[in-house]
């Protein structure tokens, strides 16, 4: 946004940004000088080189962006750190208890957030252009923005253990969004690390994505893994995932600061009733018109019906329920290859030997995909936990 005429006087633009901010409904405000310390590059790095990163090589490009924010825009000398509290009312792993039934993450259970906090960042940068005379760009996980490097700078939390933000006062459920403007603004005190000894969000992961404290492999994790990843997810994270098949809040959830935190009272992410406990095999059944139905306006939609049906085919392996079976044999022909190959996986999960083996018989003749092909070969059989005593 460019500059206006000349505003009025305001002696205290930190104190007027945050009045305002508060009165746009948002919940944290931090300020941030617009750089980055080099600690926090030289991770960055590191984090590249191992491949830490998966296929999301949208974090390679513009890496001179992500290190220098002035690289991005040179007249930046402020970042202005906006927080919305997503905080849950309900216990957040509370659904993992239902082998039935898909468990979301809690950002997901409503509206897309970028949709709107991006009105009201929008709306707060206008402000500011008519009120300041100042000129800024708006951003909420939208370009190359260490969003919560920033956030930490900003005194509004500080990167726990799992990577994430962890706010003494919002706990670990907050949204985040940036405004870069030329005002020249006094950073916040940035806050301690409080971590201490605790390691609860390292311990709780369900396929160990962290190779160290404040380190996460993103190619292990059930967030990437069902959201990010555009592949055959690999067998050993298969059963980990249990019934979440789209994110995962587990070490999230189990922070210790979670306890001070209050539930949201941000309407726009209160849990729709049809995406906080749905039924896996009602989902199975979604076409791609029926899965634009039910996930409009919600970040599902972005991941697309066919990685949607391979994320809950394998929450339905995982249910030990042989009575669904009859759900999932149809989506043999889908003609998806990922839903191909997870409902081949599902079925051998639940069910016997022989009735498995006749739906090979039928199937794979003429089967085409090689990873497809590979499920029926190789099925990854239930456990003998799972089965029960033999014999």
């Not at 924010?69 to 402020?78: G, I």
Request: charged residues 25%; aromatic residues 8%.
């Amino acid at each position: 946004m460019k500059k206006k005429s000349p505003p009025p006087l305001i002696t205290d633009p930190a104190a007027a940004i945050r009045e305002q901010a508060l009165s746009l409904k948002f919940d944290a405000v931090g300020f941030s000088p617009a750089e980055i310390n080099e600690q926090t590059k030289e991770n960055l790095r590191t984090f590249l080189a191992r491949g830490y990163h998966g296929d999301m090589g949208w974090m390679e490009n513009r890496l001179e962006w992500r290190e220098n924010p002035t690289a991005m825009w040179e007249d930046a000398k402020s970042i202005i750190v906006l927080g919305v509290n997503y905080g849950p009312s309900e216990p957040p792993l509370a659904n993992l208890a239902y082998d039935e039934r898909g468990n979301i993450s809690v950002y997901a259970r409503n509206r897309d957030y970028h949709d709107f906090i991006k009105k009201r960042l929008k709306a707060l940068a206008r402000w500011m252009v008519e009120n300041l005379g100042c000129q800024v760009k708006v951003f909420v996980d939208t370009a190359p923005v260490l969003e919560k490097v920033a956030a930490a700078q900003s005194g509004i939390g500080w990167q726990g253990k799992n990577t994430h933000l962890v706010s003494r006062e919002h706990g670990s459920w907050l949204f985040l969004g940036e405004i870069y403007t030329d005002l020249d603004l006094k950073p916040e005190q940035k806050e301690e690390d409080h971590c201490g000894t605790c390691n609860r969000c390292l311990t709780v992961c369900p396929t160990d994505a962290f190779p160290a404290p404040y380190v996460l492999d993103a190619k292990r994790c059930i967030s990437y893994l069902t959201i990010e990843y555009h592949g055959h997810i690999a067998r050993e994270f298969r059963a980990p995932m249990g019934n979440r098949i789209y994110g995962c809040d587990d070490c999230i959830a189990v922070c210790p600061w979670n306890k001070f935190a209050e539930p949201t009272s941000e309407e726009n992410v209160y849990p729709r009733i049809e995406l906080t406990a749905p039924r896996l095999a009602d989902l199975a059944e979604l076409d791609d018109a029926g899965f634009r139905q039910i996930f409009s306006g919600s970040p599902v939609k972005r991941i697309g019906r066919d990685r949607f049906i391979r994320n809950v085919l394998i929450g339905l392996g995982n249910c030990g329920d042989a009575a669904i079976t009859p759900r999932i044999t149809p989506l043999l022909s889908d003609p998806s290859p990922y839903v191909r190959a997870m409902a081949v996986w599902a079925l051998g999960r639940l069910q016997d030997h022989k009735d498995f083996s006749a739906l090979r018989h039928q199937h794979l003749s003429g089967e085409t995909d090689p990873d497809v092909v590979e499920e029926w070969k190789n099925p990854q059989l239930p456990t003998e936990e799972r089965l029960g005593p033999l014999g």
